[in-house]
């Protein structure tokens, strides 16, 4: 079955350490990467997308993205996070031949940042 | 950025009630809305895709009969879980597709449900 994955459900890291979050797809043909984050008690907000072109892809907040398609992951990184980064990060594809907007997700990853 | 909004955030209902939720786009019209469903621990998983003035599409293992959506006008969808149970307890999410951008989706900030 097709199927996005994160590879970590928590991460627990301290301010200023970097950060790398796992995701891999399964979908063989065109897709659309994008990176979700969803703060303590706050909706989904997208942090960066790749469509096509450059495969580092930079998005808000320092947060930035590769797309290595040989491995069919796009994995998230930040290089020094800070306390506001607790939140929960969610993978999400969209396969190219799909109707507008069906995405779908990875289980997500609740990352904690100590201070 | 664009802002949906969903009522009631949280909600109790016995068991064999039905319970409608709603799903709205603030300043934008979105002629195509998305339910999602989210399980503890577990990745958000697309319910239906609404789109207005039409049925909406259900996806695979979803029964449109137990989750009636109704897309009344570009600001406004509806989830109805009807004859609710204990099992339907979850976490329930929208999201729009803003104008002219098939990538672009807009989020609400979720209604959880709970059937006793």
């Known amino acids: 079955a097709q199927s996005v994955s994160q590879h970590n459900h928590h991460v627990i890291l301290s301010e200023a350490a970097s950060l790398e979050l796992g995701c891999n797809y399964s979908?063989?043909?065109?897709?659309?990467l994008f990176w979700y984050v969803q703060y303590p008690g706050q909706h989904l907000q997208l942090l960066l997308k790749?469509?096509?072109?450059?495969?580092l892809v930079k998005g808000i907040k320092g947060f930035e993205a590769e797309f290595i398609k040989s491995k069919f992951s796009f994995n998230l990184r930040k290089p020094s996070v800070q306390w506001s980064d607790t939140a929960e990060y969610f993978c999400?594809?969209?396969?190219?031949?799909?109707?507008?907007?069906?995405?779908?997700f990875g289980a997500g990853t609740q990352v904690v940042v100590t201070p | 950025g664009a802002v949906v909004s969903q009522h009631p955030s949280r909600v109790i209902c016995k068991s064999g009630t039905s319970v409608k939720i709603e799903c709205r786009s603030l300043d934008f019209q979105a002629t195509t809305m998305f339910w999602y469903r989210q399980f503890p621990k577990k990745s958000l998983m697309l319910m239906a895709t609404?789109?207005?003035?039409?049925?909406?599409?259900?996806e695979q293992g979803v029964e449109k009969d137990k989750f009636l959506i109704n897309h009344a006008s570009l600001t406004l969808s509806t989830l109805t879980v009807t004859s609710a149970h204990p099992e339907d307890s979850s976490f329930y999410i929208c999201?729009?597709?803003?104008?002219?951008?098939?990538?672009?989706?807009?989020f609400g900030p979720g209604t959880r449900l709970t059937v006793l």
């Open positions: 999201s729009a597709d803003f104008p002219l951008s098939t990538d672009t989706q807009y």
């Open positions: 790749y469509f096509s072109g450059d495969p």
């Open positions: 979908y063989g043909g065109t897709v659309n």
């Open positions: 609404s789109n207005e003035g039409s049925k909406a599409t259900y």
């Open positions: 999400a594809v969209k396969r190219g031949t799909d109707s507008w907007g069906k995405f779908q």
